[in-house]
């Protein structure tokens, strides 16, 4: 059955219902990293969103949108990530309950966090247990909807509510540089971005070492990878979806990479100069443009800063690196 790509109207229509709901989250600048780039850069901090990430975004406005009888039988998501709270946190403030489900090796801070906004926790063993079938299990016995963290239309209508506000608040941009792991926020940025600021270079952002988006655009069909192994465990996605790759192929105009390394420089610099804490996946925007700043001169720059969670050890250990 073809399918049908939400349009912008889908974005005002999510950005209606997370009104007073979600965090209209600050757009910062540097005056220290614009002259060193010789751009004028805008951040949208995502990292200041509810749950720590963009993803409650997208999952609001999902649950939002269940019929009475989905809210009944409650939703069911798969991930360790800023997905699984996201999730949690929009059930538990429609009264929906919420399975997520965790490999039983997920950080137990990130386990305490979604169990804390009131999901319930199934644990299942990555190398023996297939995930798609525990969904399917629960989907068919208890009547559960199963929401993805991308591959959605509701879910990256979301996700592009964060660039409508950005343009919203700064007005039409050069360049706008975001993230790209499945494409949720990659594609709802497109569709907001083609609306609000038409003449945008739109940039997507992927860990070096999983440049399935790359391969994907450029080849023009959908290209799987093994689990990359990379820091930017927010990026870690193997493909893009059915919903996501045709939206991003027809508005995107490029993407690049950037190595670990150039990630950790944009950590220290967001911690040092701006004092912020922002995780390594959060990291790709800004990283790629000082990796690209000689296109970029006397350019007024976008930066989507998509998370900021990461486990407080962790955060040392790289920050001394
Ligand atoms: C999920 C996530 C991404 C990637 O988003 P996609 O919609 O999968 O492309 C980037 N950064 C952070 C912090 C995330 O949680």
Request: proline share 4%.
């Given at each position: 059955?073809?399918?049908?790509?939400?349009?912008?109207?889908?974005?005002?229509?999510?950005?209606?219902?997370?009104?007073?709901?979600?965090?209209v989250t600050p757009v910062?600048?540097?005056?220290?990293?614009?002259?060193?780039?010789?751009?004028?850069?805008?951040?949208?901090?995502?990292?200041?969103?509810?749950t720590g990430s963009f993803k409650f975004r997208g999952a609001y406005n999902s649950l939002a949108k269940f019929t009475d009888a989905q809210r009944q039988g409650g939703v069911v998501a798969f991930s360790s990530?800023?997905?699984?709270?996201?999730?949690?946190?929009?059930?538990?403030?429609?009264?929906?309950?919420?399975?997520?489900v965790m490999p039983t090796d997920a950080?137990?801070?990130?386990?305490?966090?979604?169990?804390?906004?009131?999901?319930?926790?199934?644990?299942?063993?990555?190398?023996?247990?297939?995930?798609?079938?525990?969904?399917?299990?629960?989907a068919a016995e208890r009547g559960m909807t199963l929401i993805p963290s991308y591959d959605h239309p509701d879910v990256l209508?979301?996700?592009?509510?964060?660039?409508?506000?950005?343009?919203?608040?700064?007005?039409?941009?050069?360049?706008?540089?975001?993230?790209l792991g499945g494409g949720g926020m990659l594609s709802g940025t497109t569709l907001?971005?083609?609306?609000?600021?038409?003449?945008?270079?739109?940039?997507?952002?992927?860990p070096q070492a999983g440049n399935d988006g790359q391969q994907s655009f450029n080849s023009g069909v959908i290209v799987h990878i093994d689990t990359p192994d990379t820091?930017?465990?927010?990026?870690?996605?193997?493909?893009?979806g059915q919903y996501t790759f045709p939206i991003i192929l027809n508005g995107v105009n490029r993407i690049v990479t950037v190595t670990d390394e150039e990630l950790v420089w944009a950590m220290k610099f967001f911690a040092e100069r701006m004092k912020m804490v922002v995780e390594?996946?959060?990291?790709?925007?800004?990283?790629?443009?000082?990796?690209?700043?000689?296109?970029?001169?006397?350019?007024?720059?976008?930066?989507?800063?998509?998370?900021?969670?990461?486990?407080?050890?962790?955060?040392?250990?790289?920050?001394q690196s």
């Open positions: 059955m073809p399918i049908t790509l939400p349009t912008y109207q889908a974005v005002v229509d999510a950005s209606k219902r997370l009104e007073g709901v979600a965090n910062l600048t540097s005056r220290t990293l614009d002259n060193d780039i010789g751009a004028q850069v805008f951040f949208k901090c995502e990292n200041y969103q509810r990530g800023n997905h699984a709270q996201g999730i949690a946190l929009a059930a538990s403030l429609l009264k929906i309950p919420a399975i997520i950080p137990a801070a990130k386990v305490a966090a979604t169990k804390g906004y009131g999901a319930e926790v199934i644990f299942y063993d990555r190398y023996t247990q297939d995930r798609e079938a525990i969904g399917q299990a629960l209508a979301g996700q592009g509510t964060a660039a409508k506000e950005l343009f919203d608040s700064v007005g039409p941009l050069d360049a706008l540089f975001v993230g907001s971005t083609r609306a609000l600021s038409p003449d945008c270079t739109l940039i997507g952002v992927e820091l930017a465990d927010g990026a870690q996605t193997q493909h893009l390594p996946t959060g990291c790709l925007g800004l990283a790629a443009v000082r990796k690209y700043k000689a296109e970029l001169q006397g350019q007024r720059v976008g930066v989507m800063i998509t998370g900021g969670n990461i486990d407080i050890e962790k955060l040392g250990t790289l920050l």
